[in-house]
């Protein structure tokens, strides 16, 4: 069996943990605390993960920091209109990569790029 596919017998629930983590980023659209929730998580759960999974939790950490980074700029320039664009740019990009990262983590594979900045 391939090293990046769960290994038979490996525990199944830290896949659970980072579903939720995803989960709790998309909950963040309306409910703001839950992203911070989530970034919690995924700093808890990396370190004792299988390495397929991470993957993931990188990719979480990443999503929440970069997330940060867009909302700042987008909220800084909401003044001067183009904060709108960038807010509704951060929106779509927030959904493509939870999405995306429930995919790989509902077929047990690691995430393909975790370092990406776009999706």
Not at 32 to 54: E, H, Q, R, S
Not at 66 to 92: A, E, K
């Amino acid at each position: 069996m391939s090293e990046n596919r769960l290994v038979a017998g490996e525990d199944r629930s830290g896949g659970q943990s980072a579903k939720t983590v995803y989960i709790l980023y998309l909950g963040s659209v309306v409910l703001g605390i839950t992203g911070i929730i989530g970034v919690v998580m995924a700093y808890i759960y990396k370190d004792d993960a299988p390495d397929w999974l991470k993957s993931h939790y990188r990719f979480q950490v990443r999503t929440f920091w970069i997330g940060m980074l867009y909302l700042f700029v987008g909220c800084l320039l909401s003044s001067v209109l183009i904060g709108y664009l960038i807010l509704l740019l951060w929106l779509i990009w927030l959904i493509a990569r939870c999405i995306k990262g429930i995919k790989s983590l509902d077929q047990h594979q690691p995430h393909s790029n975790p370092t990406t900045w776009m999706f």
